[in-house]
């Protein structure tokens, strides 16, 4: 007797290509959590290098750029790249990827050469002493994660079944964030290493993460076996394709399927999104709040290791305890090391119970949220007129990381609530339009803020080391902002099982 799924395929003219699967299905409606873990690290890869690059590269800059009075806006610029390019081309290779015919299947070419190019890219970064130069570089490493990091997301969902997508990308978050704390403990494995060069600080570390790419891509070609979708290495082809869940064969997207896909992009998705926008205000108000919490927080990840460094006066006092350049240099940036760690452990450590707190009946998702921005508010309040004043070259370890914790715990909060109140305000059969509306004010908000910052940074120059501490009191009005937007939002609950709008 056939199964429901198998009779709606039917329905639907599809086609199987003659390929058989190299993987065996789960269950209906099962996880096989050990694969979930091999398919998680290819988006481990994309966090653990850019986690490093986020640390280290206006390290670099800020050396090259010395004198450069405009170096705060050129950093600014470099560290927004990727996101810029990445709004432009993730779509257009995660379509190609649909349509990709391989002996490997759809979405392991994409990753085999992006981490592979990626990787080459990211060892070459260090050793450009000249800006046009590392400039080229960075624009080559940025395309080249850029190849694979749709496919390495999408690589999840087309082997899982769609009643446990939540908990494969729950463990598919979690996989891929360790590769974030991996890479803020590279400085602190550097400073172990005895007797090397200045120069060789700054090249070790984007060796080591290098390396760990190809290990984790090995991994993921002994273990990761897509079904064929051709018999060449990479062929691109105008049918789109995709993954039986029940079978692991591959079928052809019929032509009605494949002309309803294609009229949803382009030029009449953006007048939809526009739409939309202006239609549903609280979903208006939701995505103004998202703009300006990214514009916070990113600004924040692209410019804290030189906050560190400079403000902080973590060179300095280096300096003067080692004696040397390049001791100065490793034992400074695996305390700057210390801080993200402090930053970025705890939100991933409680991403579980923050989430919770928005499934509580008594509480729920949107007051979860004003629990957790009002949280944030007060931390901010304390990092900006208590901390910041009197870390002024004068690091205290114990107070910035206590600060750190109470920033970063409320700020997952919100990110893993917002998701929720994402999905109530979409209306059924939208969540794709609305996510995707979603991810643009997402990027463009990262886009952004790099330069933004960089600009203020800019006009403060006269100040030196001093001019960071503006840092916090930006982060502070953006989320005040952010939060202006939210309490405006009326729906976004779920109640009696129906979604309230």
């Not at 206590?402 to 929720?420: A, D, E, H, Q, Y």
Request: with cysteine; hydrophobic share 50%.
């Amino acid at each position: 007797m056939e199964n429901k799924d198998s009779i709606n395929n039917n329905s639907l003219n599809e086609k199987f290509l003659p390929y058989q699967p190299r993987m065996k299905p789960p269950q209906p409606d099962s996880l096989n959590v050990k694969r979930t873990i091999f398919f998680s690290f290819a988006f481990l890869t994309v966090l653990l290098a850019w986690s490093y690059f986020n640390f280290k590269v206006p390290l670099i800059l800020d050396r090259i750029l010395t004198g450069n009075p405009f170096k705060d806006v050129l950093k600014g610029f470099i560290m927004a790249l990727d996101n810029l390019i990445a709004v432009f081309l993730q779509p257009y290779f995660g379509d190609l990827s649909d349509r990709t015919k391989s002996r490997f299947g759809r979405r392991m070419p994409f990753i085999i050469v992006g981490i592979l190019s990626s990787a080459i890219f990211f060892v070459l970064i260090p050793w450009i002493k000249v800006f046009i130069g590392l400039f080229l570089i960075i624009f080559l490493f940025d395309l080249a994660m850029c190849l694979y990091r749709s496919p390495s997301i999408a690589i999840l969902p087309d082997y899982t079944p769609e009643a446990v997508y939540s908990k494969g990308s729950a463990i598919q978050q979690f996989i891929a964030n360790m590769g974030g704390l991996i890479g803020f403990i590279i400085p602190m494995i550097v400073n172990l290493i005895p007797n090397i060069s200045a120069e060789w600080v700054d090249a070790t570390g984007f060796l080591i993460v290098s390396i760990l790419m190809v290990i984790l891509l090995i991994l993921l070609v002994i273990f990761v076996k897509e079904t064929p979708t051709g018999d060449k290495f990479f062929q691109i082809t105008d049918k789109k394709f995709e993954v039986d869940k029940l079978t692991y064969r591959i079928r052809e997207v019929d032509d009605i399927q494949l002309k309803e896909v294609e009229e949803a992009k382009g030029f009449k998705s953006y007048r939809q999104a526009i739409k939309i926008i202006k239609e549903h205000r609280d979903f208006a108000y939701f995505l103004g709040a998202i703009f300006f919490m990214y514009l916070a927080f990113a600004s924040v990840e692209a410019f804290f290791s030189s906050f560190a460094m400079d403000y902080l006066g973590l060179y300095q006092q280096a300096l003067i305890e080692t004696g040397n350049v390049a001791d100065a240099i490793k034992l400074a940036e695996s305390r700057a090391g210390t801080l993200f760690l402090a930053y970025a452990g705890p939100m991933i450590a409680s991403a579980y119970f923050v989430g919770m707190l928005g499934q509580a009946k008594k509480v729920g998702r949107k007051k979860a949220v004003k629990i957790f921005l009002s949280w944030l508010v007060a931390s901010l309040l304390i990092m900006t007129l208590i901390v910041v004043p009197i870390v002024y070259h004068n690091n205290i370890p114990i107070l910035i990381i206590t600060v750190l914790t109470l920033i970063s715990i409320p700020w997952m909060g919100f990110i893993v609530n917002g998701f929720s109140i994402l999905w109530a305000l979409a209306p059924e059969g939208k969540v794709g339009i609305y996510t995707g509306i979603y991810y643009t004010f997402n990027q463009t908000a990262y886009t952004v803020a790099p330069i933004l910052f960089g600009s203020i940074l800019m006009i403060f120059t006269s100040f030196g080391d001093f001019r960071y501490i503006v840092m916090f009191p930006f982060v502070l009005i953006c989320v005040i902002i952010a939060f202006l937007f939210f309490i405006k939002i009326k729906g976004g609950e779920t109640k009696s099982g129906r979604i309230s709008h």
